[in-house]
């Protein structure tokens, strides 16, 4: 088998190349040697939005944040599946922690502006 670190390499080329069946794929298997890896949690949930599964995205992207509270990265994330769910009150609260937590991250603010 190989090494958890190249796996994971693996699937977030698959997943920067678009090729999301692939990268979902890979995520999952790399979530079988680590199920409680943050930002493996955090991936295969952007996937899963990305195919349009959003409520199986926010339930990994919510299993991340709670492993690693306060990630401005994840709760953006988080905002996003969110404004995708047309859940835009509970995407304004997320993204307005993501956007102070990180305030120089221009994608939280937009999102912020589409919850608003």
């Known amino acids: 088998m190989k090494p958890l670190a190249e796996m994971i390499g693996e699937a977030m080329e698959a997943h920067r190349a678009g090729d999301l069946d692939l990268a979902g ?4 298997g790399c979530l079988k040697e680590a199920p ?46 969110l404004l995708a769910l047309q859940r835009e009150a509970e995407a304004l609260e997320v993204l307005e922690q993501a956007a102070t937590l990180k305030p120089d991250d221009a994608s939280n603010w937009t999102r912020l502006g589409l919850a608003r």
């Open 25 to 28: 794929t890979l995520y999952a």
């Open 36 to 81: 409680d890896h943050p930002d493996l949690l955090h991936l295969s949930g952007l996937v899963l939005h990305q195919r349009g599964s959003h409520a199986a995205a926010l339930a990994s992207i919510d299993r991340a944040i709670a492993l690693r509270q306060g990630t401005p990265l994840f709760l953006g994330s988080r905002g996003a599946v």
